[in-house]
């Protein structure tokens, strides 16, 4: 079993739906981040959170610490959008651990 | 200011050809990280350095080399080229601590014949 578990693997949604992409994880963790690679490769950083829940634009980013799982949403999605979405997690030694990311196609 | 910077963008090897892959940052970060990316697995950490003359071992260290030259760059190296290290080879950094909020190169898409 891997330690950062992502569901679901892909997801199609029209534009302007909610979309939420979950991300389990197993071990303990210092900080959880949720990243997005765009289809021409490059990888950005959209969240770094420890506790709570973070917003920025349309993106929330939620954590549970004692279930061990966030959640990324998107609210009122474009094909802009359109991306794989990375969770990782900071864990013992610092260093971070990645799922294998969600492939969220929205489509016009 | 370029954030992380990687060259080259593509190359092709041969079977047992060498290479470095060089990556550099201009955002004065401590913390730098050679991760490779392959289809159906997620990003893996090759080797990371935590600060200006140190570096460690990751997940996947076999088969590579890493210098960090100074506190703006650090190096990746392919001593033998092999097909299995046909992959995204990404560069990043991030600043204060190992594990912080990183910030990535473009990558570069190696293939081994």
């Known amino acids: 079993k891997n330690e950062v578990e992502q569901s679901p693997q892909n997801l199609t949604a029209q534009e302007g739906e909610f979309i939420t992409i979950n991300c389990s994880y197993s071990v303990g963790i210092s900080a959880l981040h949720w990243l997005q690679q765009h289809p021409g490769g490059g990888i950005v950083s959209l969240f770094m959170l420890s506790s709570g829940k973070k917003k920025h634009g349309r993106l929330i980013a939620t954590i549970n610490i004692q279930e061990k799982h966030s959640s990324l949403h998107i609210t009122a999605s474009h094909p802009r959008d359109s991306a794989v979405y990375i969770c990782a997690v900071t864990g013992s030694g610092s260093r971070l651990t990645f799922g294998e990311g969600t492939q969220l196609t929205v489509n016009p | 200011n370029a954030g992380v910077t990687q060259t080259p963008k593509f190359q092709v090897l041969k079977t047992g050809q060498s290479m470095t892959l060089q990556c550099a940052q201009d955002?004065?970060?401590?913390?730098m990280y050679w991760y490779r990316q392959d289809p159906g697995m997620g990003l893996r950490l090759i080797y990371y350095?935590?600060?200006?003359?140190?570096?460690d071992k990751g997940e996947v260290p076999n088969g590579y080399n890493v210098s960090r030259l100074n506190k703006r760059e650090f190096s990746l190296r392919l001593e033998s080229a092999a097909p299995s290290q046909t992959s995204v080879y990404f560069c990043a950094s991030s600043g204060a601590a190992v594990g912080g909020e990183q910030y990535f190169g473009p990558g570069t898409r190696l293939t081994v014949t």
């Open positions: 955002m004065n970060h401590n913390s």
């Open positions: 350095s935590a600060s200006e003359g140190t570096t």
